[in-house]
T-cell receptor
Framework: AQTVTQSQPEMSVQEAETVTLSCTYD???????LFWYKQPPSRQMILVIR??????QNATENRFSVNFQKAAKSFSLKISDSQLGDAAMYFC??????????FGTGTRLQVTL | GAVVSQHPSWVICKSGTSVKIECRSL??????MFWYRQFPKQSLMLMAT?????????EQGVEKDKFLINHASLTLSTLTVTSAHPEDSSFYIC????????????FGQGTRLTVV
């Protein structure tokens, strides 16, 4: 079974600074997708970024980028120029041939002035 | 776009009654829908996967007679919590995948269920 691990329950970053959220996963599959979802206080799940395992190039979406290390099964999220609106729970997620999403335990990100 | 609408957003019901939660994909066809439960400050726990026109697949430990899932059309899945008890109080979230796409899932806004 696939597992997703987020070892940082909480992180804090100052506005305009950069923060990196960690995620590792375990799988025996070769074809899969990885995601970072954001859950603000409204609890609506919002897709931040996704990465296809077959792509070597790290995905980037504006201020959000990932460091995908396939051999190490690591998938970290970097948020640059942090904004107050980035404060939320962030979940790392995996999907493979079973087609269901497996979530990590989440990291609560605080953004301070 | 890919909008998933979940209704109701919140519901309070009496212990012993049943409550139905709807999940609709508004602008796409969803062959697969997922139902999650989320306890406060915890992650999303997958309850079941529903495929249009077939029986839902439940995760281990989830009572299928307690949580009835129906996926009768390509745009609608329902979760019925039967004979609800206070311990069923939780936040329930649905998500849907587009037809022929096994990638990202789109989420509803969630339903907060309180059983009194």
């Amino acid at each position: 079974a696939q597992t997703v691990t987020q070892s940082q329950p909480e992180m804090s970053v100052q506005e305009a600074e950069t923060v990196t959220l960690s995620c590792t996963y375990d799988t025996s599959e070769s074809d899969y997708y990885l995601f970072w979802y954001k859950q603000p206080p409204s609890r609506q799940m919002i897709l931040v970024i996704r990465q296809e395992a077959y792509k070597q190039q790290n995905a980037t979406e504006n201020r959000f980028s990932v460091n995908f290390q396939k051999a190490a099964k690591s998938f970290s999220l970097k948020i640059s120029d942090s904004q107050l609106g980035d404060a939320a729970m962030y979940f790392c997620a995996y999907t493979g041939t079973a087609s269901k999403l497996t979530f990590g335990t989440g990291t609560r990100l605080q953004v301070t002035l | 776009g890919a909008v998933v609408s979940q209704h109701p957003s919140w519901v309070i019901c009496k212990s012993g009654t049943s409550v139905k939660i709807e999940c609709r994909s508004l602008d796409f066809q969803a062959t697969t829908m997922f139902w999650y439960r989320q306890f406060p400050k915890q992650s999303l726990m997958l309850m079941a996967t529903s495929n249009e026109g077939s029986k839902a697949t439940y995760e281990q430990g989830v009572e299928k007679d307690k949580f009835l899932i129906n996926h009768a059309s390509l745009t609608l899945s329902t979760l019925t919590v039967t004979s609800a008890h206070p311990e069923d109080s939780s936040f329930y979230i649905c998500s849907a995948r587009k037809r022929r796409q096994n990638t990202e899932a789109f989420f509803g806004q969630g339903t907060r269920l309180t059983v009194v």
